[in-house]
């Protein structure tokens, strides 16, 4: 038989027993809260402020108008710097940029006034001989029209009074003498032609000759190439990497230099395609120069290519080539080929809620803000818009003066060793 507790002691067993499944409850109604009233979760207020989307770019400094020095065309062959200023030079109008070696061009002046010469010569020949040799036809045909004439005033014609052999003799006497006479006049004609052949002949060799030292001259003007104007001289790499150097053989056409205009300054920097959206020619822009400390300059969109490109051939990265036109540029310490960097501001608006990207997080599919109400912290859906690198516009869902978490409340800590991790913010659109 099973004693009988005493009533008093079944009271205190079942007030014990109630007490430790409260005391449960209790545990576990803690854990409970704590993971949907976590403590510590830091904690964002929204306000209505200023919203701007803004993008960075790197590039350099480049001139917008630049006088290009190319080695000369005129000779029509390669030639060799025998002197050249140094890269990064500053020039005064005049100064000397480039010098080529002068042999090849020399030697072809002076083979080119030799030439000259012995055409003049030929000239001068042409026209003695000619004048000697007319001199002599001359001669010639004046004395066979004197016996011409001669052979007609005492012509035999009269048959009564002379033989028949006379007559006949008188006849051919004229006839000889005419004939005579017409090949002096026609030798001398003939002469005539000849040396004005002859010497037109030796007026095109020495025409010839003649141009040959003008283009070896003006080549030899050319092989000295000075600055049209002040500025700095920037020496073209060739497809080596190096710039020329003084014994370098050039080709002809071939940029050796440029001498940039400091006063008008522009940037070409490149903004990666996935930041480029919104950005077109009439932004502001601010510039800084690497390397030199102090503030920005004040720069605007001028020009963006339509496509973007990759800016290497190894990475599929692309990028949309951008030129910015300087308010100021100041040419006592901005130089083209200097390293820049753009903050572009592509967009601006006033009154605008927005959020850290921290704060927006995705639930069941949903863009939700985890709301502070009293202790809790309530999922709200939001309708997001605009976005920058570091907040997002919150169209509908929030007000100013809400608290928003920094971190998704309904999820423990990750713990320093703990494999895998939580899921992070959600995307905002682009």
């Known amino acids: 038989m099973t004693p009988t507790l005493p ?21 576990a109604g803690a854990r409970l809260v704590r993971s949907i009233r976590p403590a510590g979760i830091a904690t964002f207020e929204v306000r209505a402020g200023r919203f701007v989307r803004e993008v960075t770019a790197s590039g350099t400094l480049k001139a917008v108008k630049a006088t290009p020095i190319v080695v000369p065309v005129q000779t029509g062959r390669g ?63 004046d004395v066979a ?41 026609r030798r001398l004609a003939r002469n005539g032609k000849l040396s004005a052949a002859d010497r037109a002949l030796a007026e095109i060799e020495a025409g010839k000759a003649q141009t040959k030292v003008g283009n070896a001259e003006k080549s030899l003007r050319a092989l000295r190439i000075v600055a049209p104007h002040d500025g700095l001289l920037l020496l073209e790499k060739k497809w080596t990497g190096e710039p020329p150097f003084v014994g370098d053989s050039l080709w002809p056409g071939q940029k050796v230099a440029e001498i940039p205009d400091l ?44 496509l973007a490109k990759p800016r290497d051939r190894q990475s599929p990265v692309k990028y949309f080539e951008t030129v910015l036109a300087l308010e100021k540029p100041d040419p006592s310490f901005m130089k083209p080929g200097q390293r ?31 709301r502070r109400e009293g202790g809790d912290f309530v999922p709200v859906e939001v309708t997001v818009g605009r976005n920058s690198v570091s907040r997002i516009v919150v169209e509908n869902g929030v007000r100013p003066g809400d608290h928003v978490a920094l971190r998704d409340p309904s999820l423990k800590p990750a713990r320093p060793n703990a494999a895998g991790a939580a899921a992070g913010p959600a995307e905002a659109p682009p």
Do not use: C, M
């Open 7 to 27: 009533s008093w002691l079944r009271r205190r067993r079942r007030l014990t027993v109630a007490a430790l499944v409260a005391a449960a409850l209790v545990i």
């Open 79 to 141: 030639q060799k710097i025998a002197a050249l200023a140094r890269d990064g030079t500053l020039l005064k109008a005049g100064d000397l940029v480039v010098e080529f070696d002068p042999w090849e061009a020399e030697k072809e002046a002076a083979d080119g006034k030799a030439d000259l010469a012995a055409a003049q010569a030929k000239i001068e020949k042409a026209r003695v001989d000619g004048g000697k040799t007319a001199r002599s036809l001359t001669l010639d045909r």
């Open 145 to 185: 029209k004197e016996e011409l004439s001669h052979a007609q005033t005492f012509l035999l014609t009269d048959a009564q009074l002379f033989s028949r052999n006379a007559v006949i003799e008188s006849a051919l006497d004229r006839e000889l003498f005419a004939k005579k006479a017409d090949v002096a006049e």
């Open 263 to 306: 006063s008008q300054l522009e940037a070409k920097v490149f903004v990666l395609e996935a930041d480029a959206a919104g950005l077109k020619p009439g932004l502001a822009a601010r510039l800084s120069i690497e390397g030199r400390p102090g503030g920005d300059f004040a720069a605007s969109v001028v020009r963006v290519d339509p």
């Open 340 to 370: 820049v960097r753009a903050v572009i501001k592509l967009e601006e608006a006033e009154s605008v809620v927005a959020i850290p990207r921290g704060a927006l997080f995705e639930k069941d599919g949903k863009r939700v803000v985890y």
